[in-house]
């Protein structure tokens, strides 16, 4: 079974600072999705970023980037120029490329403080 | 269109009472999860459905534990004789499910039911 592995409860970072989040998973699958999902104080789960591991370039979103290491099974999240607003839980995921499997698999987060 | 929406955004009730939540996905989207998050924890899978139709339950799912999702649209998971041990977080997402696994779910902001 896949598993989701989040080595960091809770990380600080100094505003307009960068700050890495650790994810690593287990899996005997060659083809699969990862995520990180950002969860505020609303609750509100939002999608921060995705990686299809058949690509090997790595995904970014403005801010947010990943180094996806397909060999060590590594998934972290860089997190450039912090903003306040960054604060929140982070998830890491992942999903079987299979389409007879929809279970989403979650790591158990990390705390992510940012300080002014 | 706001997103996903759940009610009750909090529920409290006694062990051994029946609660339903609802959860109102995305107007055109077709795929809607249920997800079940305790303290310190990820999201855990529990049951999807596509259009009206489930077609995934997770072993977390026991028989106390039902989902429909009747004309396609809104969705209801009800819990009977509820124990100590459902209270958590319930979120619900929803997905445009154009068959690719690196669909984006948009999650509401969850039903936190406490058992007593």
């Known amino acids: 079974a896949q598993t989701v592995t989040q080595s960091q409860p809770e990380m600080s970072v100094q505003e307009a600072e960068t700050v890495t989040l650790s994810c690593t998973y287990d899996?005997?699958?060659?083809?699969?999705?990862l995520f990180w999902y950002k969860q505020p104080p609303s609750r509100q789960m939002i999608l921060v970023i995705r990686?299809?591991?058949?690509?090997?370039q790595n995904a970014t979103e403005n801010r947010f980037s990943v180094n996806f290491q397909k060999a060590a099974k590594s998934f972290s999240l860089k997190i450039s120029d912090s903003q306040l607003g960054d604060a929140a839980m982070y998830f890491c995921?992942?999903?079987?490329?299979?389409?007879?499997?929809?279970?989403?698999?979650f790591g158990a987060g990390t705390r992510l403080t940012v300080k002014p | 269109d706001t997103g996903v929406s759940q009610d009750p955004r909090h529920k409290i009730t006694k062990r051994g009472q029946n609660v339903t939540f609802r959860c109102d996905p995305i107007?055109?989207?077709?795929?809607l999860y249920w997800y079940r998050q305790t303290l310190g924890q990820g999201p855990e899978f529990l049951t999807y459905?596509?259009?009206?139709?489930?077609?995934?339950k997770s072993r977390l799912l026991s028989d106390r534990f039902s989902a429909e999702r009747p004309k396609g649209s809104f969705s209801t998971l009800e819990i009977q004789r509820t124990e100590q041990g459902d209270s958590a977080m319930y979120l619900c997402?929803?997905?445009?499910?154009?068959?690719?696994?690196?669909?984006?779910?948009?999650f509401g902001s969850g039903t936190q039911l406490s058992v007593l």
């Open positions: 990686q299809e591991a058949y690509k090997q």
């Open positions: 899996t005997s699958e060659s083809d699969y999705y």
């Open positions: 997402a929803s997905s445009l499910w154009l068959g690719q696994a690196n669909e984006k779910l948009f």
């Open positions: 459905f596509q259009n009206e139709a489930q077609l995934e």
């Open positions: 107007s055109e989207h077709n795929r």
């Open positions: 995921a992942y999903r079987t490329s299979s389409r007879n499997n929809n279970d989403m698999r």
